[in-house]
């Protein structure tokens, strides 16, 4: 079955850097779109980025140039590497894929920025 297992997140001070990663398993993951999203505290849940198979990636405005998607089809993996950290980046993330057809998510990594 298809599993998406989370790792990374924490706590981190505003300005500073944190790197999720999302490692998946039972499916193709090479033809994965596979996305980040966030909710926040006052339970709004919002995409932050995104990459498609090919590598091209999106981003919410509020984290360009902030926030970076990669992945590694040889690992099965994907990760948002977060610099620039800001106080409203605090949220539980999940990595997310559609595979034929159904959703799957991690199971949350919760990210907390605070001085």
């Known amino acids: 079955q298809v599993r998406l297992v989370q790792s990374g997140g924490g706590l981190v001070q505003p300005g500073g850097s944190l790197k999720l990663s999302c490692a998946a398993s039972?499916?193709?993951?090479?033809?994965?779109?596979m996305n980040w999203y966030r909710q926040t505290p006052e339970n709004q849940r919002e995409l932050v980025a995104t990459?498609?198979?090919?590598?091209?990636?999106s981003y919410v405005d509020s984290v360009k140039g902030r926030f970076t998607i990669s992945r590694d089809n040889a690992w099965n993996r994907v990760y948002l590497q977060m610099n620039s950290l800001k106080p409203e980046d605090t949220a539980v993330y999940y990595c997310?894929?559609?595979?034929?057809?159904?959703?799957?998510w991690g199971q949350g990594t919760r990210v907390t920025v605070s001085s």
């Open positions: 997310n894929a559609r595979y034929r057809g159904t959703d799957f």
């Open positions: 990459i498609s198979s090919d590598g091209s990636t």
């Open positions: 039972g499916m193709n993951f090479k033809i994965v779109t």
